[in-house]
């Protein structure tokens, strides 16, 4: 399951630095290196029945601190147009 997802649309700077400044007991797992692993383990906890660990990956993936994935469309250092050129108001 973890090999059919674009890791890197969760590698942003965004992602990095909210993975970096997570305080919680239970770490967030918003990077994409540690969504990664935590979707692994989440795999192999769920294999062997571990409903522990299963709970515990769980809210690593839907911690407070997660993102969601970089828009694929858009790239990263393209800068916001100012409000005024906003076509959408």
């Known amino acids: 399951m973890a090999d059919d997802i ?3 649309l ?3 700077e965004q992602h990095q630095a909210a993975q970096r400044n997570c305080w919680r007991l239970i770490h967030c ?3 994409g ?3 990664k692993a935590v979707v692994e383990r989440l795999d192999y906890a769920r294999k062997v029945g571990d409903t ?6 769980i809210a690593q ?3 407070p601190c997660c993102l969601p994935p970089a ?3 858009q790239k990263e250092d393209q ?4 409000e005024d050129e906003n076509p959408s108001t």
Do not use: I, Y
């Open 6 to 8: 674009d890791w890197e």
């Open 10 to 12: 969760f590698n942003t």
């Open 29 to 31: 797992a918003v990077d």
């Open 33 to 35: 290196p540690t969504r």
């Open 52 to 57: 522990n660990d299963t709970v515990l990956r």
């Open 61 to 63: 993936l839907t911690g």
């Open 71 to 73: 828009d694929p469309t």
């Open 79 to 82: 800068p916001c147009p100012p």
